[in-house]
């Protein structure tokens, strides 16, 4: 069933957040997208720096 849905009281079926409850969940989530990215990027430059400038003068 969707969030939207009532019950026969009129009652939102399931949790309502608050504004700034959703705020927060965004902020928060904004955050651990940030950290995800940075840890990718972080990864992918160790991993050029131990290969070294020698995988660029290679053969085609």
């Given at each position: 069933?969707?969030?939207?849905?009532?019950?026969?009281?009129?009652?939102?079926?399931?949790?309502?957040l608050?504004?700034?409850q959703?705020?927060?969940?965004?902020?928060?989530?904004?955050?651990?997208?940030?950290?995800?990215?940075a840890?990718?990027?972080?990864?992918?430059?160790?991993?050029?720096?131990k290969?070294?400038p020698?995988?660029l003068?290679?053969?085609l």
């Amino acid at each position: 069933m969707s969030n939207d849905t009532k019950r026969p009281g009129g009652e939102p079926e399931g949790v309502v957040l608050t504004e700034e409850q959703k705020r927060r969940r965004r902020a928060r989530s904004i955050a651990i997208a940030a950290v995800l990215a940075a840890l990718c990027l972080l990864f992918y430059v160790v991993t050029i720096v131990k290969l070294g400038p020698a995988v660029l003068i290679r053969p085609l």
